[in-house]
Structures are given as C-alpha cells and as structure tokens.
C-alpha cells in the first residue's frame, strides 16, 4: 500500500498570501495518478487537480499542482477567504485503489 | 449538472448492517465507476470499494470482508451494505463518481451515520 504524507499539518495565513501543500508518497505513483480535494463542513467535497498538475472544470487558476514520483505540491497563488479549508491529497493504485493522506487544514492567521 | 445524494438510517445498532443508498441524477449509472468513501469523527478519508456498472467490484482489503457495493440500474442507484458494524464504523459516508479509474471528480455532500445501542 501506497502511504502518503501531507505536511504542515495545519497552515496559518492571510488572505492574499500565498500557500504551498505538500504530499509525499512512500513509493512512486503510478502514471503521476495523484489528486487534490478540498473538504468543507457540511459541503461535498471538491475535486481540484488530478494527475498531478491537470485542474478539474470549474477550478480558479490560483490552484495548482505540480511534482512527479513520490513528492507532489499543491499551491494556491493568493489565497482568498473561501479557501480556507482542509486539503487531501489522493493516490491511485493496486491495492487498495484509493489512498488518501491525512489532509492539511488552511486556517486564517 | 451530475449530482450524487447519499441516504440511509443516521443510526445503526453495533453488531447489525450498516445500508446507504447513493442517487445518481445527470448522467447514467451505465457509465464510469461508483465509489463510497468514509470519515470517521477527526480522521482522514478512507476508500471503502467501487462499482462498475457490470457489477464488476473492487474494495479495500481492510473493510473486503464486510462490505458490499451493488448497483441498481433501472433507479439509477448504487448501494452500500458494510456488516457486523462497530463504533470504529462512525463516519460521514460519501459516495462518488470516478470517471477513468483514477479520482473522484463529483461528489455527494455525505450523510452521517453513528453506531450505537
């Protein structure tokens, strides 16, 4: 099983600032089949990168991804107040086919 | 626009089976892959298995032997049975669609369910 590990565990910032997530897998991802949601309380869940660095429909492009192999990013260029949220990173595998890492929640400095 | 929506009892005694229903409206369940997916109180999301509209499965070995995804094509729905349920089984459970096998880009908002006596 594919282990990812996102860091900061919580990031603190302002609006208009930028932010930088990582996710680190314990062994290279497969086709670079690595995604990015956002999670807010109550809402559905929101696809915003897959395969790496290819935004989903509808996303701003302030988000983006980026990384290959086993270490990946997601940036968002200048944060704006409804991006404060907790962040997943999600792999794509053999067994099982989804893992997910443990989420990065963007708070408000 | 696709649109999932989850539904099923917010309560289930420990020991019984847990049932979810996902409503798909917007395109046809005869297409792609249908995931659940789950977060328990303060933790991360965990894959529970995905279905193919051939009934074709694949799940997390972790839940394999407890769970079952089957697909109702004439409602245009897929389902969950997860058995013999404990407090660890507390969660928001989403169900998601997955257009090519390697993420999920249309989510439910998530029901809750608890187990409790």
Do not use: M
Not at chain 1, 5 to 32: D, Y
Not at chain 2, 58 to 78: C, D, G, H, M
């Amino acid at each position: 099983e594919v282990v990812l590990t996102q860091s900061p565990g919580t990031l603190s910032l302002s609006p208009g600032e930028k932010a930088t997530l990582s996710c680190r897998a314990s062994r290279s991802v497969g086709g670079n089949f690595l995604a990015w949601y956002q999670l807010k309380p109550g809402q559905a869940p929101r696809l915003l990168i897959y395969t790496a660095s290819t935004r989903a429909t509808g996303i701003p492009d302030r988000f983006s991804g980026s990384g290959s192999g086993t270490a990946f990013t997601l940036t968002i260029s200048r944060l704006e107040p409804e991006d404060f949220a907790v962040y997943y990173c999600q792999q794509y595998g053999n067994s099982p086919r989804f893992t997910f890492g443990q989420g990065t929640k963007l708070e408000i400095k | 626009q696709v649109q999932l929506q989850e539904s099923g009892p917010g309560l289930v005694r420990p020991s019984e089976t847990l049932s979810l229903t996902c409503s798909v409206s917007g395109v046809s369940i005869t297409s792609f892959y249908w995931s659940w997916i789950r977060q328990p109180p303060g933790k991360g999301l965990e894959w529970i298995g995905y279905i193919y509209h051939s009934g074709y499965t694949n799940y997390n070995p972790s839940l394999e032997s407890r769970a079952t995804i089957s697909v109702n094509k004439s409602k245009n729905q897929f389902s969950l049975r997860l058995s013999s349920v404990t407090a660890a089984d507390t969660a928001v459970y989403y169900c998601a669609r997955d257009p090519n096998e390697n993420h999920l880009d249309v989510w439910g908002q998530g029901t809750t369910v608890t187990v409790s006596s």
